[in-house]
């Protein structure tokens, strides 16, 4: 069974940087696309962002486009989420999702996610 767990969130000031990371254990990094999603008090799940199982491909959200970096290392089964210039709306809880299409079905798996709060 795949397991994702989350670390680096924490309080920031508004204009500060985070950096997260999803660590994968129980199988390989590589077979899997990678995406971080945001759930915010009272909003619905947000992508925010992805990459997919070669690292070619990267996605944002235009809310944190210019201002986040999805990276992946795959030696070290972890990808991260470097957050720059973030603001009040940032925060929420972030947790990183693998998702990995076999015979016509995807199988997705989540982990606990961590904690983003950006105030002064």
């Known amino acids: 069974q795949l397991q994702l767990v989350e670390s680096g969130g924490g309080l920031v000031q508004p204009g500060g940087s985070l950096r997260l990371s999803c660590v994968i254990s129980?199988?390989?990094?590589?077979?899997?696309?990678i995406g971080w999603f945001r759930r915010a008090p009272g909003k619905e799940r947000e992508a925010i962002s992805c990459v997919s199982n070669g690292g070619a491909s990267k996605n944002y959200a235009d809310s944190v486009k210019g201002r986040f970096t999805i990276s992946r290392d795959n030696a070290r089964n972890t990808v991260n989420l470097e957050m720059h210039s973030l603001l009040p709306e940032d925060t929420a809880l972030y947790y990183c999702n693998a998702a990995r299409l076999v015979a016509g079905t995807q199988y997705d798996y989540w982990g606990q996610g961590t904690q983003v709060t950006v105030s002064s």
């Open positions: 129980g199988g390989t990094l590589n077979d899997y696309g």
